[in-house]
């Protein structure tokens, strides 16, 4: 049976835990999760990518874009 792959990236722990808790709610349990952009970066380079990628709404433009610039270079 295939298992999702999800990243959060949040940098408020109260939105970490909630988006943690609703994913393994819907049976996703392999759920990782980023509070800064270093480690976003790092976890979309492990050697499977996500398939879920859940992005902090309030973050900087430019994360954003360089978050999916490199998931883009590591899961074309």
Not at 32 to 58: E, G, K, Q, Y
Request: charged share 10%.
């Amino acid at each position: 049976m295939y298992r999702l792959n999800v990243v959060i990236y949040q940098t408020r722990p109260a939105q970490q835990i909630s988006l943690h808790q609703a994913c393994n709610a819907q049976g996703i349990f392999n759920v990782r999760i980023a509070d800064n952009l270093a480690i976003a970066t790092i976890l979309l380079a492990s050697r499977r990518a996500p398939d879920l990628l859940i992005l902090d709404h309030a973050m900087p433009s430019a994360d954003g874009i360089q978050l999916l610039q490199q998931l883009s270079v590591t899961c074309p």
